[in-house]
């Protein structure tokens, strides 16, 4: 979970988070902010993510694939935000000439891609360096990357509900340690205690 940098990638906040969004809607990068809003709710790790497809799709309510790293079946409820982001994603492939119900939900859109209307994914190489040219254009002090998607949705559930045994479960880990560890909030109690234990 290294950027290019060599760093351990945090979770979102969430002022950095509304901060990003403007930033993408600003700049019309569509794709990106689709990819941003859809990834923190479906906690998908950063390959299947960029692998789905419209086709992937069961009445627009969620989702059937088949997790890459663990060969595991895995279903994945579509959330309000996320059918919101699919349908501005849908509107604006139309704009582009893309089909609108089939190939990749996140097109890598460069300018040769775009003129043949080549359907192919994001690249890894591509969601690293958009995440670093984000964090360098707002000036966000932690390292970010494609696992915060990920480490965002982990972070904000147990926050929510403090069940850190269905975020394990969701996030396919063997250990409650590897969880908290991954999510950042074993991190960020030391952290705490640090503030608060003044002798």
């Given at each position: 979970?290294?950027n290019?940098?060599g760093?351990e990638?945090?979770?979102?906040?969430?002022?950095?988070?509304?901060r990003?969004?403007?930033?993408?809607?600003?700049?019309?990068?569509?794709?990106?902010?689709?990819?941003?809003?859809?990834g923190?709710?479906?906690?998908?790790?950063i390959?299947?993510?960029r692998s789905?497809?419209?086709?992937?799709?069961i009445?627009?309510?969620?989702?059937?694939?088949?997790?890459?790293?663990?060969?595991?079946?895995?279903?994945v409820?579509?959330?309000?935000?996320?059918?919101?982001s699919?349908?501005?994603?849908?509107?604006?492939?139309?704009?582009?000439g893309?089909?609108?119900?089939?190939?990749?939900?996140?097109?890598?859109?460069?300018?040769?891609?775009?003129?043949?209307?080549?359907d192919?994914?994001?690249?890894?190489?591509?969601?690293?360096?958009?995440?670093?040219?984000?964090?360098?254009?707002?000036?966000?002090?932690?390292?970010?990357?494609?696992?915060s998607?990920?480490?965002?949705w982990?972070?904000t559930?147990?926050?929510?509900?403090k069940?850190?045994?269905?975020?394990?479960?969701?996030?396919?880990?063997?250990?409650?340690e590897?969880?908290?560890?991954?999510?950042?909030i074993?991190?960020?109690e030391?952290?705490?205690?640090?503030?608060?234990?003044?002798?």
């Amino acid at each position: 979970m290294l950027n290019k940098r060599g760093q351990e990638v945090k979770h979102i906040k969430e002022d950095d988070l509304k901060r990003i969004r403007e930033f993408l809607k600003l700049k019309n990068k569509v794709v990106f902010l689709s990819f941003l809003n859809i990834g923190i709710n479906v906690a998908l790790r950063i390959s299947d993510l960029r692998s789905l497809c419209f086709e992937d799709i069961i009445d627009n309510r969620y989702i059937e694939i088949k997790e890459t790293k663990t060969r595991k079946k895995r279903v994945v409820i579509l959330n309000s935000n996320v059918q919101k982001s699919l349908k501005e994603l849908k509107m604006y492939y139309k704009s582009t000439g893309y089909s609108s119900t089939e190939g990749y939900i996140f097109k890598s859109l460069s300018r040769y891609n775009r003129k043949y209307l080549i359907d192919s994914p994001l690249t890894n190489n591509g969601v690293s360096k958009e995440f670093n040219k984000i964090k360098d254009m707002l000036n966000i002090s932690y390292p970010i990357g494609s696992h915060s998607l990920r480490k965002t949705w982990g972070y904000t559930a147990y926050k929510k509900t403090k069940d850190i045994a269905i975020i394990m479960k969701v996030l396919n880990h063997s250990c409650i340690e590897q969880t908290l560890k991954y999510i950042g909030i074993e991190e960020e109690e030391i952290n705490n205690l640090y503030d608060e234990i003044i002798i």
